[in-house]
């Protein structure tokens, strides 16, 4: 299949520290290339790919304080792809609605990944729209499009390689928070949570406003430490490491790519029993759910209990890259097979 990747533009593919949306679009465009596909990537200019590059938009808008209206770039990205429409036989669109808008206008038909918790928007344009197919990560997600035509969900998944459970030997006694410095994430309840368990928490993510006012006058060097944005190596010893890694998300999420990152290192998972999270945590497997902070200590203290090795095979046979890549690479089949004459050949 000829295959249009098209990224979002807040960092390049993949990103060099935290973005989940382009590890996932990496993790897809990478594996879709390696079976053979004619994949061409839009992102931005400095991407990593084996695809075919190309940037509408060069740089970030984030690198650019003149350019204050973020959408309109995104938008623009999204234009150029479609306009290229009789170069595919499917655009795979990442950037929010933006391809929505535009589907219609174009013969060649599209799936639109969704990386957000949608609401009534885009419920507004799935229903008004003809030429597409909508992709979820989780039940949760694509929770108010019952009824509408064209959903598929799929799981994300990730390259599990450089995941590995570390020895009992080498294991420390730290609770593990992964993610944004924002109030949906859970972090002050983290830290809350390390005060009643008495374990230090170990906090990597990167810095930003909240941080600096919010979370910054409570890290002493002791029982709440800050360690920074990881990536690559450092994150992956920082999981295996950790005692549980806590995750006390506040309001629904779609997914939650640091909880696999987690059960790939085999690390047990605390977490609130919010959103999508028991889609991707198994109780008493590969971490515990729990509906309160006070229930999460308890927790905390049974997470030895769980075999590590016994994780990472769930995260492997669940989430591993090639079992995402398979189902989209077969919603892909199904879209662009039904839209061929019944007596044209396959092109693979």
Same mark, same amino acid.
């Given at each position: ?17 935290? +973005?989940?949306?382009? #590890? ?113 990560? #989780? ?7 019952? +009824? ?49 368990? +008495? ?65 790939? #290192? ?83």
């Amino acid at each position: 299949m000829r295959i249009a990747e098209i990224a979002t533009l807040l960092r390049p593919v993949p990103p060099d520290g935290e +973005g989940s949306v382009e #590890s996932v679009v990496s993790t897809i465009t990478e594996g879709l290339v390696a079976r053979g596909h004619d994949v061409t990537l839009f992102a931005l200019r400095g991407s990593r790919t084996a695809a075919e590059l190309r940037s509408p938009v060069e740089a970030s808008y984030t690198a650019d304080p003149e350019k204050w209206d973020w959408q309109l770039y995104e938008a623009w990205q999204v234009r150029e792809a479609f306009r290229s429409w009789r170069e595919f036989d499917i655009l795979h669109c990442h950037s929010y609605h933006h391809g929505l808008l535009v589907c219609d206008y174009v013969q060649t038909p599209s799936l639109h990944t969704i990386h957000i918790d949608p609401g009534p928007d885009y419920v507004f344009l799935a229903r008004r729209t003809r030429n597409r197919h909508l992709l979820f990560c #989780s039940r949760y997600q694509a929770r108010a499009f019952e +009824g509408v035509d064209g959903v598929h969900i799929v799981p994300h998944g990730m390259d599990m390689s450089a995941y590995e459970p570390a020895p009992a030997g080498a294991r420390g006694n730290y609770l593990a928070f992964l993610g944004r410095f924002i109030e949906e994430k859970g972090p002050l309840e983290a830290i809350a949570l390390a005060r009643r368990t +008495g374990l230090p928490l170990k906090l990597a993510a990167p810095a930003n406003a909240y941080y600096h006012e919010k979370i910054e006058p409570l890290v002493d060097g002791r029982l709440i430490e800050y360690v920074g944005e990881l990536g690559g190596r450092r994150k992956a010893e920082f999981l295996a490491r950790a005692r549980a890694l806590v995750y006390p998300v506040q309001r629904g999420e779609p997914f939650g790519l640091v909880l696999i990152e987690a059960m790939a #290192s085999g690390l047990p998972v605390v977490a609130l029993n919010r959103g999508a999270v028991p889609e991707v945590v198994t109780h008493g497997v590969t971490g515990w759910l729990c509906e309160t902070v006070e229930e999460m200590a308890d927790a905390v203290a049974r997470a030895d209990a769980l075999d590590r090795r016994a994780i990472r095979r769930e995260a492997v046979e669940r989430f591993a890259a090639d079992r995402m890549i398979d189902r989209i690479e077969g919603v892909m089949r199904e879209i662009v097979e039904a839209r061929r004459p019944a007596s044209a050949g396959a092109r693979s």
